[in-house]
Each structure stands twice: as C-alpha cells, then as structure tokens.
C-alpha cells in the first residue's frame, strides 16, 4: 500500500494532509480515486491507516481510520559520517542509507576529497537530498527520516563524540584482526553509533591519528575492499542482520 510522510496531521479531527508533490503523486501517478486507502506516517504521531477524503489538484487530505503499531527501525541510532564523495555517489549513498535505516547522514571534509561542497547551491542541494531521503524512506517503509546534516570537518566531528556511546572510522589498513566490525559491535548499551568512512582516496596520516586521539576505533569490513560508496552499505546491512535477523 502506498505510504507518505506528511508533516500537517490532526489527530482530534483524524486528519491528514499530504504535501502538494504527493497530492501530485497520489492523482496523476497512482491515479488514486476518493476513498482508497494509503498509510500516512508522521514522525511524532505514528504511522496511520486512511483513506483519501479530499483531492483536488495541489491538495489531498486523508481521513485517519486506523494506528498502526508497527517499529521499523533499527534497535540503535546510526549516524554515518562520509567523506565528501560527488554528488552522483553522494545522492547514491544518502538513498540507500536511508532506506537501510540509518538515523542521519552527515558529509565531511577530508584531504584526500576530491568533491567541492558549494554552500551557495546549499538549499537547492539540501531540497534534493530531502526528497531523496522521503521517498526512499516511504520505500522502505520506515516510521521516520534519515536526518542530512550539512558538511562538517573533522574537528568539529570529533567535537560531536560525547553524543555517541561508540565511535568508529572503517580503516583497511588496520593491522590487529580483532579489530573488526563484530567486535565493535559487540559492546553493549550501544544505542548511538557514529561511523567514519573515507572518501575516494581514504584517510591521510594526519586524520587517522587524530581520530585515534580522539577516541575512534578503527575497524576493519571484512577482507574485501570496498569502494566508499558501498562501504555504509555493507555496516547497515551487517547491522540489520546482527542486530535483527540473527536474533
């Protein structure tokens, strides 16, 4: 059944608007009629069963018949922090992770990043990247959206530590093989997990080190090497089964 996040709900009157591009979507995409079902989620409400009442062409209200109790996201909040990689790779990344479940996405600035971050297109970018987060995360069916937070250096990352029980950056050229995912992950009370992945070129000298000050833990993904792209992939995936499926 198709889904939409919406950001305008009243539960006294049982209501729901969809956004002007989802009214869109929902008439000229689905070609929804008046009366058919869809799921409405909103991020502090819940996630509702409705039907469309209203539609007219930027407008489409929903009447909310049922809640659905329902727990879509993984047991503890991942935060994946990204080298600055192209807008193509970029966009790629945001789409998956979203729909993998991580709780927020967040670019920095490395040496070795070719890509530039132009804050004068900063709102257009960001508008996109919204977009791409809600509709893979309606896909997916999630009860709330990856957040993007705009680019950081590695200073100001590792100022941000202390908001996370466990922080760690994917380093191949960790030597222990203890160091490892599995290993990492086995902490307990790990609620908030922050993850560094390098850019194309990986870390610099400098930036391990720091981290490592910092209280980083380098950790290894296995005995392949991944490109930056797929390597947030594969930590989701291994989370959703280690922390889920395993189970």
């Not at 109790?69 to 790779?89: C, Q």
């Not at 971050?117 to 309606?138: F, L, N, P, V, Y």
């Amino acid at each position: 059944m198709q889904r939409y996040f919406v950001d305008q709900i009243n539960l006294d009157e049982k209501r729901a608007v969809l956004l002007p591009s989802d009214a869109y979507h929902v008439q000229k995409v689905m070609r929804m009629k008046l009366n058919d079902s869809v799921i409405v989620c909103h991020e502090k409400a819940g996630t509702f069963l409705g039907k469309l009442i209203k539609l007219s062409p930027n407008e489409a209200v929903v009447e909310l018949i049922d809640k659905i109790e329902e727990n879509n996201e993984l047991p503890l909040d991942v935060t994946i922090a990204h080298g600055l990689v192209r807008r193509e790779k970029m966009e790629f990344v945001i789409e998956t992770c979203a729909a993998l479940g991580a709780y927020a996405y967040v670019p920095v600035f490395m040496n070795r990043s070719t890509a530039k971050w132009q804050e004068e297109k900063g709102d257009k970018k960001e508008a996109r990247i919204a977009k791409i987060i809600k509709e893979a995360s309606e896909q997916s069916h999630r009860n709330r959206l990856m957040k993007f937070y705009k680019p950081l250096t590695i200073p100001e990352l590792i100022q941000a530590k202390a908001e996370f029980d466990l922080c760690l950056f994917a380093y191949e050229d960790t030597p222990s093989d203890d160091a490892n995912l599995k290993k990492a992950l086995s902490q307990e009370n790990c609620r908030k997990l922050l993850v560094l992945f390098g850019p194309e070129g990986g870390f610099d000298s400098k930036e391990t080190e720091m981290l490592k000050n910092a209280g980083f833990i380098p950790v290894t993904l296995g005995k392949r090497i991944l490109r930056t792209e797929l390597a947030p992939l594969y930590l989701l995936s291994t989370i959703g089964y280690q922390k889920e499926l395993k189970a």
